[in-house]
C-alpha cells in the first residue's frame, strides 16, 4: 500500500466524537468572523502578545527555560547572561519565523520549498544547526520527551530513516496540497494528518516540533481560522505537554502496522483547538473589555471605576484625553453594554452598568 493510500485509509472512519468537536470548532469560528470588529490598535496588541507567548511556549515544550517575560526582553534587544546563546538564538528564530506567518500568510504557499525555508529561518541565528539548516536529516534521530528541567526522560518513537526521508517528505506534501485543493477532507482533519505524519517522519536534524507549530499557524490562517495569530495554541499545547506526547505515541505506534489509529492524536489536537476558538470567541465577550480598548480608551474605562456619574467633559478634563477619543471610548463602552447613557443633548450623562 502505498504512502498516499495509508493517509487517505487513516481517514476513512472517523468516530461521531471527533465530528462533534469539528462542528463546534466551526460554530466558534462562525462567531469570531460575525463578531471580530476588533479595532486595528487592539488586534496588533494581541498579537504582539501572542508571539511572545507562542515563542516562549513553543521553546519551552523543546526544553527551552525562557519565561514569557525573558522572551520579551530578547525581542527588545535586552541581553539576558543568564541563559545560554542557543536558548537565545532559538527563540530569536522562532519569534521572526511566526512573526512572517502571522503578517504574511496570504502569499505565503504550502510547499515543499516553504517548508525548507522556514526551517532555515527557524534555525538562522542557532550556530549549531548552521550546517542542516533547511537540509533534510542524513542521520537517524529520536522522538524524545523533554522534561521541565530541559533533559531527556525517553525516547517517544523511532523516526522515517533519513534514506527514505525525502520520498516520504515529499508524498505528504503532495497528499496535502491535493487534499486542500480537492476539499477531501474537511481542513482539521488535513492538518491533523499532516502533523502527526510530519512528526514521524521528523524530516530534520532538530526543530521539527517548533517547525510544526508554525506550520499549524500557516495552513489554519490559510483555511479561514482567522484568531490563530490572537490566541496562543502553543501555549495551550505546553499547558498539556504530557497529554501532547501521550496522543502523539498513542498513535504513531500504530503506524505502518495494519491496524493504524490516527483517533488518539485528532482527539487531543482538536481539544486544544476547540479551547483556542472558546477562547477567541471570549476575547469579544464583554467581560474581557479591557483587552479590546487601546490605551486611551482604557484609561476612560478605569475612570469609571472611580465614579458613580460623569460627563462628557469632566472625563476630558480628568483623562486630558481628547474630546473626539473619548467620544469613540464612550461609544464602545455603550456598544458592551459597560456603561448607559443617560438624558439628551447638553445634559448627557454616562453611568457604569
Keep these: 500500500m502505498t504512502k498516499n493510500n495509508k493517509l487517505d485509509q487513516r481517514l476513512q472512519q472517523i468516530p461521531a466524537e471527533i465530528w462533534s468537536k469539528i462542528t463546534k470548532i466551526d460554530e466558534l469560528k462562525g462567531q469570531w468572523v460575525a463578531g471580530a470588529r476588533l479595532s486595528p490598535q487592539v488586534l496588533g496588541r494581541l498579537k504582539r502578545s501572542v508571539l511572545i507567548t507562542s515563542t516562549g511556549a513553543s521553546t519551552r515544550i523543546e526544553g527551552s527555560r525562557l519565561s514569557d517575560e525573558d522572551v520579551e526582553k530578547l525581542m527588545r534587544s535586552i541581553d539576558i547572561q543568564k541563559f545560554t546563546n542557543r536558548d537565545k538564538q532559538e527563540v530569536k528564530g522562532y519569534f521572526e519565523l511566526l512573526e512572517n506567518v502571522f503578517n504574511s500568510w496570504r502569499s505565503l504557499k504550502f510547499s515543499e520549498s516553504t517548508i525548507k ?194 460627563t462628557t467633559g469632566e472625563i476630558i478634563k480628568k483623562t486630558k484625553i481628547v474630546r473626539p477619543t473619548v467620544k469613540q471610548a464612550l461609544d464602545r463602552l455603550l456598544r458592551f453594554k459597560k456603561v448607559e447613557r443617560i438624558g439628551l443633548g447638553r445634559s448627557t450623562r454616562y453611568r457604569k452598568l
Design 117 to 310: 525555508h522556514f526551517h532555515k529561518e527557524l534555525l538562522k541565528y542557532v550556530k549549531k544547526d548552521e550546517l542542516h539548516r533547511g537540509e533534510y536529516k542524513k542521520t537517524e534521530n529520536k522522538v524524545e520527551m523533554i522534561d521541565a528541567a530541559g533533559k531527556s526522560i525517553g525516547v517517544l518513537f523511532d523516526t522515517t530513516p533519513a534514506y527514505l526521508t525525502p520520498k516520504e517528505t515529499q508524498e505528504l506534501v503532495e497528499w496535502t496540497q491535493q487534499s486542500f485543493a480537492e476539499k477531501k477532507y474537511h481542513p482539521f482533519l488535513i492538518v491533523g494528518n499532516f502533523l502527526v505524519e510530519f512528526l514521524q517522519i521528523h524530516p530534520f536534524q532538530d526543530g521539527n516540533g517548533r517547525l510544526s507549530r508554525v506550520l499549524t499557524n500557516l495552513l489554519l490562517l490559510k483555511e479561514g481560522y482567522l484568531y490563530m495569530p490572537y490566541i496562543s495554541h502553543e501555549k495551550l499545547i505546553e499547558d498539556n505537554k504530557p497529554n501532547y506526547y501521550m496522543a502523539l505515541r498513542r498513535s504513531q505506534k500504530t503506524f505502518k502496522t495494519n491496524r493504524e489509529n490516527i483517533i488518539p492524536w485528532l482527539d487531543f489536537f482538536l481539544t486544544i483547538f476547540f479551547k483556542q476558538s472558546q477562547m477567541a470567541v471570549e476575547l469579544l465577550s464583554k467581560e474581557n473589555i479591557e483587552k479590546l480598548l487601546s490605551k486611551k480608551q482604557l484609561a476612560v474605562w478605569q475612570y469609571f471605576q472611580e465614579i458613580e456619574e460623569t
